[in-house]
Protein backbone atom coordinates (compact mmCIF):
# COMPACT_ATOMS: atom_id res chain seq x y z
CA UNK A 1 0.00 0.00 0.00
CA UNK A 2 2.80 2.47 0.71
CA UNK A 3 3.75 2.54 -2.79
CA UNK A 4 0.58 2.88 -4.43
CA UNK A 5 0.78 5.85 -1.64
CA UNK A 6 4.20 6.85 -3.00
CA UNK A 7 2.53 6.48 -6.98
CA UNK A 8 0.62 9.39 -5.71
CA UNK A 9 3.70 11.51 -4.13
CA UNK A 10 2.78 10.70 -0.94
CA UNK A 11 5.78 9.02 0.59
CA UNK A 12 5.31 6.88 4.11
CA UNK A 13 6.72 3.96 5.34
CA UNK A 14 4.79 0.56 5.57
CA UNK A 15 5.28 0.72 9.12
CA UNK A 16 3.27 4.09 9.19
CA UNK A 17 0.46 2.90 6.73
CA UNK A 18 -0.11 -0.27 8.93
CA UNK A 19 -0.10 2.11 12.38
CA UNK A 20 -2.75 4.39 10.42
CA UNK A 21 -4.83 0.97 9.40
CA UNK A 22 -4.99 -0.19 13.03
CA UNK A 23 -6.35 3.35 13.86
CA UNK A 24 -9.02 3.05 11.43
CA UNK A 25 -9.61 -0.34 13.50
CA UNK A 26 -7.95 -2.44 10.59
CA UNK A 27 -6.79 -5.53 11.06
CA UNK A 28 -5.50 -8.51 8.86
CA UNK A 29 -8.75 -10.82 8.37
CA UNK A 30 -9.66 -14.35 7.09
CA UNK A 31 -12.77 -14.84 5.01
CA UNK A 32 -15.74 -16.23 7.34
CA UNK A 33 -18.00 -18.98 6.37
CA UNK A 34 -21.45 -17.37 7.80
CA UNK A 35 -23.76 -16.96 4.96
CA UNK A 36 -25.91 -20.00 4.12
CA UNK A 37 -27.55 -18.74 0.91
CA UNK A 38 -31.08 -20.24 0.14
CA UNK A 39 -32.40 -22.14 2.29
CA UNK A 40 -35.28 -25.06 1.34
CA UNK A 41 -38.64 -24.09 2.59
CA UNK A 42 -39.38 -27.20 5.00
CA UNK A 43 -36.22 -26.50 6.21
CA UNK A 44 -37.40 -25.88 9.45
CA UNK A 45 -40.56 -27.96 9.33
CA UNK A 46 -37.94 -30.84 9.01
CA UNK A 47 -36.15 -29.40 11.87
CA UNK A 48 -38.72 -29.62 13.84
CA UNK A 49 -40.27 -33.28 12.78
CA UNK A 50 -36.91 -34.28 13.85
CA UNK A 51 -36.75 -33.24 17.09
CA UNK A 52 -40.49 -34.74 17.80
CA UNK A 53 -39.54 -38.06 16.44
CA UNK A 54 -35.64 -38.43 18.59
CA UNK A 55 -38.07 -37.19 21.64
CA UNK A 56 -40.56 -39.82 20.76
CA UNK A 57 -38.22 -42.72 20.41
CA UNK A 58 -35.67 -41.63 23.41
CA UNK A 59 -38.77 -41.45 25.63
CA UNK A 60 -39.92 -45.01 24.59
CA UNK A 61 -36.68 -46.80 25.50
CA UNK A 62 -35.93 -46.88 21.69
CA UNK A 63 -32.25 -46.77 19.83
CA UNK A 64 -31.53 -43.20 18.35
CA UNK A 65 -28.39 -43.25 16.81
CA UNK A 66 -26.70 -40.50 14.24
CA UNK A 67 -24.89 -41.67 11.25
CA UNK A 68 -22.49 -40.53 8.91
CA UNK A 69 -18.86 -40.50 7.17
CA UNK A 70 -16.65 -38.40 8.66
CA UNK A 71 -13.77 -37.03 6.56
CA UNK A 72 -11.47 -40.08 4.29
CA UNK A 73 -7.59 -39.38 5.43
CA UNK A 74 -4.55 -41.06 3.82
CA UNK A 75 -2.32 -43.23 5.92
CA UNK A 76 0.85 -42.60 6.28
CA UNK A 77 3.55 -40.09 7.26
CA UNK A 78 1.53 -36.98 6.43
CA UNK A 79 0.77 -33.75 7.93
CA UNK A 80 -2.41 -33.59 10.15
CA UNK A 81 -3.66 -30.12 11.10
CA UNK A 82 -3.74 -28.69 14.28
CA UNK A 83 -0.96 -28.89 16.95
CA UNK A 84 -0.11 -30.48 20.19
CA UNK A 85 2.08 -30.47 22.71
CA UNK A 86 5.35 -32.33 22.43
CA UNK A 87 9.44 -30.76 22.44
CA UNK A 88 10.16 -31.21 18.57
CA UNK A 89 7.98 -31.06 15.78
CA UNK A 90 7.01 -34.43 14.06
CA UNK A 91 8.90 -34.17 10.28
CA UNK A 92 6.56 -35.74 7.83
CA UNK A 93 6.71 -35.69 3.85
CA UNK A 94 6.26 -32.59 2.21
CA UNK A 95 3.28 -33.66 -0.01
CA UNK A 96 0.40 -35.23 0.59
CA UNK A 97 0.72 -37.56 -2.55
CA UNK A 98 -1.76 -41.13 -2.66
CA UNK A 99 1.23 -43.11 -3.72
CA UNK A 100 2.82 -42.31 -0.75
CA UNK A 101 0.13 -43.95 1.37
CA UNK A 102 -0.57 -46.89 3.49
CA UNK A 103 -4.10 -46.70 2.60
CA UNK A 104 -6.72 -44.72 2.60
CA UNK A 105 -9.05 -44.79 5.43
CA UNK A 106 -13.33 -44.42 5.67
CA UNK A 107 -14.64 -44.04 9.22
CA UNK A 108 -17.71 -44.86 9.30
CA UNK A 109 -19.34 -43.34 12.63
CA UNK A 110 -22.53 -44.14 15.00
CA UNK A 111 -23.50 -42.38 17.61
CA UNK A 112 -25.71 -43.39 20.11
CA UNK A 113 -27.62 -40.61 21.40
CA UNK A 114 -29.25 -42.14 24.98
CA UNK A 115 -25.86 -43.30 26.25
CA UNK A 116 -23.88 -40.97 25.42
CA UNK A 117 -21.36 -43.93 23.08
CA UNK A 118 -19.42 -43.51 19.97
CA UNK A 119 -18.64 -46.44 17.43
CA UNK A 120 -16.38 -46.02 14.13
CA UNK A 121 -16.18 -48.46 11.77
CA UNK A 122 -12.74 -47.86 9.69
CA UNK A 123 -13.22 -49.00 6.09
CA UNK A 124 -10.11 -49.35 3.90
CA UNK A 125 -12.28 -50.02 0.45
CA UNK A 126 -15.35 -47.43 -0.64
CA UNK A 127 -17.83 -45.40 1.18
CA UNK A 128 -21.05 -47.10 -0.22
CA UNK A 129 -24.45 -47.73 0.85
CA UNK A 130 -23.85 -51.32 1.70
CA UNK A 131 -20.92 -50.25 3.42
CA UNK A 132 -23.15 -48.04 5.86
CA UNK A 133 -26.02 -50.53 6.31
CA UNK A 134 -23.29 -53.02 6.39
CA UNK A 135 -22.07 -51.16 9.68
CA UNK A 136 -24.97 -50.50 11.33
CA UNK A 137 -26.23 -53.83 11.24
CA UNK A 138 -22.75 -55.13 12.63
CA UNK A 139 -23.30 -52.55 15.56
CA UNK A 140 -26.32 -53.74 16.15
CA UNK A 141 -25.46 -57.16 16.40
CA UNK A 142 -22.63 -56.51 18.50
CA UNK A 143 -23.85 -53.38 21.03
CA UNK A 144 -27.07 -52.11 19.89
CA UNK A 145 -29.06 -54.87 20.76
CA UNK A 146 -27.40 -55.78 24.00
CA UNK A 147 -28.39 -51.71 24.80
CA UNK A 148 -32.15 -51.99 23.94
CA UNK A 149 -32.78 -55.92 24.28
CA UNK A 150 -36.59 -55.19 23.87
CA UNK A 151 -36.39 -52.80 20.83
CA UNK A 152 -37.67 -53.91 17.73
CA UNK A 153 -37.74 -50.47 16.47
CA UNK A 154 -34.85 -47.62 15.20
CA UNK A 155 -34.13 -44.36 14.29
CA UNK A 156 -31.32 -43.15 12.13
CA UNK A 157 -30.62 -39.74 12.08
CA UNK A 158 -28.98 -39.13 8.91
CA UNK A 159 -27.61 -36.25 6.49
CA UNK A 160 -29.24 -35.60 2.93
CA UNK A 161 -26.17 -36.84 0.96
CA UNK A 162 -23.31 -39.28 0.60
CA UNK A 163 -24.10 -42.86 0.91
CA UNK A 164 -26.32 -42.49 3.32
CA UNK A 165 -28.50 -40.11 1.62
CA UNK A 166 -32.02 -39.65 1.06
CA UNK A 167 -31.51 -40.49 -2.58
CA UNK A 168 -29.65 -43.45 -3.32
CA UNK A 169 -31.71 -46.07 -4.09
CA UNK A 170 -28.94 -49.09 -2.64
CA UNK A 171 -29.38 -47.14 1.28
CA UNK A 172 -32.80 -47.78 1.43
CA UNK A 173 -32.64 -51.29 -0.63
CA UNK A 174 -29.67 -52.19 1.81
CA UNK A 175 -32.02 -50.90 5.15
CA UNK A 176 -34.53 -53.27 3.61
CA UNK A 177 -32.43 -56.31 3.45
CA UNK A 178 -30.10 -55.82 6.27
CA UNK A 179 -31.69 -54.39 8.50
CA UNK A 180 -35.73 -54.60 8.56
CA UNK A 181 -35.71 -58.60 6.40
CA UNK A 182 -32.38 -60.19 8.09
CA UNK A 183 -32.69 -58.32 11.97
CA UNK A 184 -36.37 -57.92 11.94
CA UNK A 185 -35.76 -54.14 12.89
CA UNK A 186 -38.89 -51.20 12.03
CA UNK A 187 -36.33 -48.65 10.69
CA UNK A 188 -37.31 -45.22 10.96
CA UNK A 189 -34.94 -42.39 8.97
CA UNK A 190 -34.77 -38.80 9.58
CA UNK A 191 -32.42 -36.86 7.02
CA UNK A 192 -31.48 -33.38 7.58
CA UNK A 193 -31.50 -31.04 5.28
CA UNK A 194 -29.19 -30.26 2.31
CA UNK A 195 -26.35 -27.91 3.70
CA UNK A 196 -27.74 -28.93 7.68
CA UNK A 197 -25.04 -31.90 8.01
CA UNK A 198 -23.73 -29.37 11.08
CA UNK A 199 -26.94 -30.24 13.06
CA UNK A 200 -26.09 -33.73 12.87
CA UNK A 201 -25.41 -34.77 16.57
CA UNK A 202 -22.66 -37.33 15.14
CA UNK A 203 -20.62 -33.90 14.06
CA UNK A 204 -20.22 -32.16 17.30
CA UNK A 205 -20.36 -35.20 19.78
CA UNK A 206 -18.50 -37.48 18.17
CA UNK A 207 -16.22 -36.74 15.05
CA UNK A 208 -15.54 -33.04 16.74
CA UNK A 209 -13.73 -34.72 19.55
CA UNK A 210 -11.98 -37.16 17.28
CA UNK A 211 -10.37 -34.48 15.31
CA UNK A 212 -9.22 -32.51 18.33
CA UNK A 213 -7.76 -35.68 20.22
CA UNK A 214 -5.81 -36.48 17.09
CA UNK A 215 -4.94 -32.63 16.01
CA UNK A 216 -1.51 -32.37 15.00
CA UNK A 217 -0.44 -36.19 15.44
CA UNK A 218 0.69 -38.03 11.68
CA UNK A 219 -1.66 -40.99 10.77
CA UNK A 220 1.18 -43.32 10.07
CA UNK A 221 -0.50 -46.39 10.48
CA UNK A 222 -4.26 -47.37 10.76
CA UNK A 223 -3.40 -49.32 14.22
CA UNK A 224 -2.08 -45.65 15.11
CA UNK A 225 -5.85 -44.10 14.10
CA UNK A 226 -7.82 -46.65 15.67
CA UNK A 227 -5.59 -45.75 19.16
CA UNK A 228 -6.62 -42.25 18.59
CA UNK A 229 -10.09 -42.63 18.14
CA UNK A 230 -10.37 -44.83 21.13
CA UNK A 231 -8.68 -42.71 23.18
CA UNK A 232 -11.03 -39.61 22.88
CA UNK A 233 -13.10 -38.94 25.77
CA UNK A 234 -14.94 -35.80 26.89
CA UNK A 235 -15.47 -34.22 29.69
CA UNK A 236 -19.43 -35.02 29.16
CA UNK A 237 -18.28 -39.31 29.35
CA UNK A 238 -18.18 -40.11 25.95
CA UNK A 239 -16.48 -43.21 25.30
CA UNK A 240 -15.90 -44.59 21.58
CA UNK A 241 -15.23 -47.91 20.30
CA UNK A 242 -13.27 -48.38 16.83
CA UNK A 243 -12.63 -51.08 14.21
CA UNK A 244 -10.68 -52.16 10.85
CA UNK A 245 -13.43 -52.82 8.28
CA UNK A 246 -10.98 -54.15 5.34
CA UNK A 247 -13.88 -56.29 3.78
CA UNK A 248 -13.88 -54.54 -0.44
CA UNK A 249 -17.10 -52.93 -1.15
CA UNK A 250 -17.86 -52.36 -4.83
CA UNK A 251 -18.94 -48.86 -5.96
CA UNK A 252 -21.12 -48.21 -8.73
CA UNK A 253 -24.33 -50.86 -7.61
CA UNK A 254 -27.15 -50.07 -8.89
CA UNK A 255 -31.27 -51.18 -8.07
CA UNK A 256 -33.36 -51.63 -10.12
CA UNK A 257 -37.12 -49.59 -10.48
CA UNK A 258 -38.61 -53.52 -9.99
CA UNK A 259 -36.55 -53.86 -6.93
CA UNK A 260 -37.57 -50.35 -5.52
CA UNK A 261 -41.15 -51.11 -5.85
CA UNK A 262 -40.65 -54.70 -3.67
CA UNK A 263 -39.69 -52.37 -0.30
CA UNK A 264 -41.85 -52.48 2.25
CA UNK A 265 -41.63 -48.51 2.56
CA UNK A 266 -43.71 -46.08 4.29
CA UNK A 267 -43.43 -42.17 3.31
CA UNK A 268 -44.35 -39.61 6.14
CA UNK A 269 -46.33 -36.86 5.43
CA UNK A 270 -44.12 -34.35 6.64
CA UNK A 271 -41.32 -33.86 4.15
CA UNK A 272 -41.72 -37.31 2.86
CA UNK A 273 -38.73 -36.92 0.35
CA UNK A 274 -36.62 -36.82 3.82
CA UNK A 275 -38.82 -39.30 5.94
CA UNK A 276 -39.48 -42.68 6.13
CA UNK A 277 -39.52 -46.00 7.54
CA UNK A 278 -39.09 -49.44 6.51
CA UNK A 279 -40.39 -52.64 7.81
CA UNK A 280 -39.55 -56.19 7.52
CA UNK A 281 -41.61 -58.13 4.74
CA UNK A 282 -43.94 -60.16 5.29
CA UNK A 283 -42.19 -63.39 4.00
CA UNK A 284 -38.89 -62.30 6.18
CA UNK A 285 -41.42 -61.89 9.70
Not at 43 to 49: M, P, V
Not at 63 to 92: H, Y
Not at 155 to 169: F, K, Q, T, V, Y
Not at 219 to 239: D, N, P
Amino acid sequence: MSSKLAEEDHLVSHTTVGRLLVQMNYSLKANVKRLAGATHPDRNQQFEYIEQQKRAFLAAGLPVISVDTKKKELIGNFKNNGRSWCQEAEEVNDHDFAQDAVGKAIPYGIYDLAHHLGYVYVGTSADTPQFAVEMIGRWWQAEGQAHFPAASQILILADAGGSNGCRPRQWKQQLQAQLADQLGLEVTVCHYPTGASKWNPIEHRLFGPISINWAGKPLRSFEAMLAHIRGTVTETGLQVKAFLVEQVYEKGRTVSKAAMHDLNIQFAAVCPRWNYTIRPRPACT
